[in-house]
């Protein structure tokens, strides 16, 4: 079994910046891939970006492509979303996920998940 945890998240104005991260803990030998998701009030869970765990190789969606970047401390079993020049749009909760294998944006495909950190964005 895995447990994510993401923290980070809180209230930020447009074209400001935060943090998130997203902390694995139990058997974390297992994890491979990793991978962050938001969902908006009213709106389907939307692919953000992920992150292999091994090699560290990225991809992103179009919506924050060039805004968000996701980086790994293999060490500390933590992946981390940097996101800069935040628009009022990317309010949502933001759930990190793993997968043993995967890094699409099927959410399906990811086994674990942590609870979500709200991010408010302010116009």
């Known amino acids: 079994q895995v447990q994510l945890v993401e923290s980070g998240g809180g209230l930020a104005q447009a074209g400001g910046s935060l943090r998130l991260s997203c902390a694995a803990s139990?058997?974390?030998?297992?994890?491979?891939?990793m991978a962050w998701f938001r969902q908006a009030p009213g709106k389907e869970r939307e692919f953000v970006g992920s992150?292999?765990?091994?090699?560290?190789?990225?991809y992103y969606a179009d919506s924050v492509k060039g805004r968000f970047t996701i980086s790994r401390d293999n060490a500390k079993n933590t992946v981390y979303l940097q996101m800069a020049r935040l628009k009022p749009e990317d309010t949502a909760v933001y759930f990190c996920?793993?997968?043993?294998?995967?890094?699409?944006?099927?959410?399906?495909?990811?086994?674990?998940w942590g609870q979500g950190t709200q991010v408010t964005v302010s116009s």
């Open positions: 996920a793993a997968s043993r294998s995967y890094t699409g944006s099927v959410s399906s495909q990811y086994g674990f």
């Open positions: 139990g058997r974390t030998f297992s994890i491979y891939d």
């Open positions: 992150i292999r765990w091994i090699g560290g190789s990225t």
